[in-house]
């Protein structure tokens, strides 16, 4: 097995993994296209086929605003767990004494439950929750603030809390393997240290931030849990719309073809992003 | 230099935001008043006792530590051995394989518990824990893949060849090659897939059924004000409990890398 390059043992290596995957991933992707294409009566599917959920799902102007919404909480959650992590880890990989200490330090908060590092920050934004509380021991408000909670910003700031190893971590990797003899080179050829920034530490470690966005803008638009319990009514996502039709609502083909619909949405925004971030990357060189 | 005290100012104050929402935990768990609110009113350790009391709590518990167990273990085989593949040999289509193995990577969670879901309704499957791990693996083997492929790609391939030349079979070049190099890969992918199994909430919310995992029972208690003390201490506990678990596996992992050809 360890010599020869036939191939023939390669496949058999990897088709367990793709059996699982095809079973676990494919079937069941495809029965939600079916069953998208679907309506319900009762608890029974009809037997034709329709296109009644699509329409349902692109016509209604309060699903394609919910559609809206999610989109620019889960960008605006994307670009605020980047952009404050980028600093973070250039410090670890640049400047930090004791890289290893702080890499640590700096996961040790992600060693618990999400449920409860989202739920912390309801303690947090609260009417008495520790922001208020402080500000009125210091007498620097005499009534608690209420808008810290329950609304879209909440959910930013949560979720560019919860994700933020997602951001670190890849960033940190890209940024470390960068050539240091390069930045020499482009200091001893005149380029002052934000010039030098910007032509080679940050096309170079765009891998690391176009990995960490796509780590945290997918699974942020299907977080039910980070809306429910900090976004209050004008912080509803389309992930808490698609839970209603599969428990309360019970109307799986709606939900299905809410799924598909999303996961589609999620997918070109993510290519489309990939695509633009490797132009301009290229442009600067 | 200025500039990096600014950035050095800027990494404390990041590390702050970190652990701010973090210590909320530890800090209420001893609080002692069911409201969490300040000012704090006293120590107790009353929700840790009532904590050790919660029958649902502990099966709950031993529901997601074996999920947890079986997630990582499979995942981690079936990265080790599609990582092998792609890496040790020259696959037609291995591309699109790898890439195939990646989806669930842009997919959001919670279209594939559902969609895991639907399967089970056509097969007439009940909801159950093999369920949340069918769904766990989707989300695990992706990371694992990962983790395994970059320890495989930094892997010289000669040292299996000379194991092999030197009159060593199969198994012994495994064994006393193989093995000992990719140690640190499958331990840090047994890690990850573990804390990922053991902490995913919207797969096991679909699929869990009256078998409720430690998240869905978490998320039972926050509709509960007078639970609350407890579900922070409980993750206190998970939180203190992960990072001995941290530091054992580095430990462990330097090890690995010290020993890799004991014995004749």
Not at chain 1, 27 to 49: D, F, I, R, Y
Not at chain 1, 112 to 130: D, E
């Amino acid at each position: 097995m360890q010599k020869g390059r036939n191939s023939g043992g390669g496949y058999a290596l990897i088709a367990p993994t793709l059996v699982v995957m095809g079973l676990a991933l494919a079937a069941p992707l495809a029965l939600m296209a079916v069953t998208s294409l679907k309506s319900q009566s009762g608890l029974n599917l009809s037997q034709g086929w329709t296109l009644a959920q699509y329409g349902e799902v692109l016509g209604r102007a309060s699903y394609r605003s919910l559609f809206l919404r999610s989109v620019l909480i889960s960008g605006a959650v994307t670009v605020a767990t980047v952009a404050l992590a980028y600093p973070m880890a250039y410090f670890v990989a640049f400047h930090a004494r004791h890289k290893f200490l702080w890499l640590v330090a700096l996961t040790i908060p992600f060693w618990t439950s999400y449920l409860l590092r989202v739920f912390a920050w309801k303690i947090i934004l609260g009417f008495n929750g520790v922001i208020n509380s402080g500000l009125l021991r210091l007498h620097l408000i005499d009534q608690p603030l209420g808008f810290l909670l329950y609304n879209p910003f909440a959910v930013v700031v949560t979720l560019a809390h919860a994700w933020a190893a997602f951001a670190i971590l890849p960033i940190y990797v890209s940024l470390e393997k960068i050539d240091r003899s390069l930045l020499e080179a482009a200091g001893d050829l005149g380029d002052g240290a934000f010039r030098r920034f910007l032509r080679i530490t940050l096309p170079l470690s765009m891998p690391g931030v176009i990995g960490a966005a796509i780590l945290i803008f997918v699974p942020t638009t299907g977080d039910f849990v980070t809306p429910e319990l900090v976004g209050g009514t004008k912080g509803t996502m389309i992930a808490n719309l698609i839970e209603v039709q599969f428990n309360a609502a019970g109307n799986w083909p709606l939900g299905a073809a809410l799924s598909l619909v999303s996961m589609a949405m999620v997918a070109v925004i993510a290519g489309l992003f990939v695509a633009a971030a490797r132009a301009t990357t290229r442009n600067i060189r | 230099m200025k500039q990096n005290r600014a950035l050095t100012l800027y990494a404390f104050a990041y590390l702050a935001f970190l652990y701010l929402p973090v210590l909320v935990l530890p800090v209420f768990s001893f609080n002692n008043s069911q409201f969490i609110a300040f000012p704090l009113t006293g120590f107790t350790t009353r929700w840790y006792s009532g904590l050790f009391a919660d029958t649902a709590m502990q099966h709950a518990l031993g529901n997601s530590l074996k999920v947890g167990v079986v997630t990582a273990l499979l995942s981690t085989l079936l990265g080790l051995t599609a990582a092998k593949a792609v890496t040790h040999y020259r696959l037609r289509g291995a591309d699109a394989a790898l890439g195939f193995i990646s989806l669930p990577l842009f997919i959001p969670d919670i279209v594939l518990g559902i969609s895991l879901l639907l399967l089970l309704g056509v097969l007439s499957l009940p909801l159950s824990l093999a369920a949340v791990v069918l769904g766990h693996l989707l989300v695990c083997v992706p990371f694992a893949l990962t983790v395994l492929m970059a320890r495989f790609e930094g892997f010289d391939k000669n040292l299996e060849e000379a194991s092999a030349d030197l009159g060593e079979d199969g198994w012994m070049t495994f064994w006393r090659i193989t093995f000992p190099l990719m140690l640190p890969g499958i331990v840090a992918s047994l890690l990850l897939t573990f804390i990922t199994s053991f902490d995913e909430f919207l797969v096991a919310y679909f699929l869990s059924g009256t078998e409720a995992t430690l998240p869905i029972y978490i998320w039972g208690q926050l509709r509960f004000p007078e639970r609350l003390p407890m579900v922070l201490a409980l993750g206190a506990i998970i939180l203190t409990v992960s990072v001995a678990l941290v530091v054992l596996a580095e430990v462990v992992r330097n090890r690995g890398v010290q020993k890799p050809m004991v014995g004749a």
